[in-house]
């Protein structure tokens, strides 16, 4: 399940994660193929997202993603709605049919860094125990929102660290539920940039965050753009 605020960058980052630049198949409660276009990216109508919708691309089909958009123009019946479908596919006995992580993506914005109902998700009582991964995108605009002329890239790189750090990961560290790993992705969006070793980042410590071995070994073979993340798992289970 991957949950995030518009504009949060869900789209690109999961055409990272499967090397792709291709349209999604989305596919109904039933499995029947709906479309072959997704939006996940910012829209002020509400519905286009359905959490109980299942979407694949056909380079990375292991991958089975579910969308939910963030809280910040859904209220408190969209909260309800994903923890109500995160409870249900934890319970599901089709592998297919279950969530086994939580991507929750983050837009770094130091005016507004948690939102009241993202902190009542990391808060909400609960019987599930599906890992969250908190995923801090767009890091590079964190830099620009911190930066100081006066300081060289290494100051104002470490400035925003130290951001990231007061303003989300101590904060969430600090819920009922923090999540159980952190990532941060920065210049995500440029064909140019270093997008598979962040992957791999990702990549490694979603699986890090799994408990159950066989879905752990599960996660780590499905994924097909990250060989080294594969032969570790092997080798150290």
């Keep these: 399940l991957v949950i995030g605020r518009a504009n949060a960058g869900k789209t690109t980052l999961l055409n990272r994660v499967c090397n792709t630049t291709e349209e999604p198949s989305i596919y109904d409660e039933d499995k029947n ?21 299942s979407f694949v691309f056909k380079s ?28 249900k596919s934890s319970k599901a006995k089709n592998v297919d049919d279950q969530i086994h992580v939580i991507w929750f993506c983050f837009y770094p914005d ?18 599930w125990n599906v890992p969250v991964v908190a995923i801090f995108m767009k890091f590079d605009d964190l830099i620009k929102q911190v930066y100081n002329r006066g300081q060289d890239k290494t100051e104002n790189t470490k400035k925003a660290l130290d951001t ?21 992705f920065m210049a995500i969006h440029k064909d140019n940039g270093n997008h598979q070793e962040q992957v791999g980042k990702l990549i490694k410590r979603t699986a890090a965050s799994i408990d159950n071995l066989a879905l752990k070994m599960l996660f780590v073979t499905v994924q097909q753009n990250n060989v080294e993340v594969c032969i570790e798992h092997a080798v150290n289970p």
Excluded: W
């Design 164 to 184: 990231l750090e007061k303003k989300f990961k101590e904060p969430l560290s600090r819920y009922k539920f923090p999540p159980r790993a952190y990532a941060r």
């Design 60 to 87: 990375n089909p292991g991958f089975i993603f579910h969308d939910s958009p963030g809280f910040e123009a859904g209220g408190e019946e969209e909260l309800k709605a994903v923890m109500t479908f995160i409870q």
């Design 110 to 127: 130091v005016a507004r860094p948690l939102l009241p109902l993202e902190e009542k998700f990391f808060n909400e009582g609960r019987s």
């Design 33 to 53: 193929l709906v479309s072959c276009l997704l939006i996940l990216e910012p829209t002020s109508e509400r519905g286009i997202h359905n959490v109980r919708r």
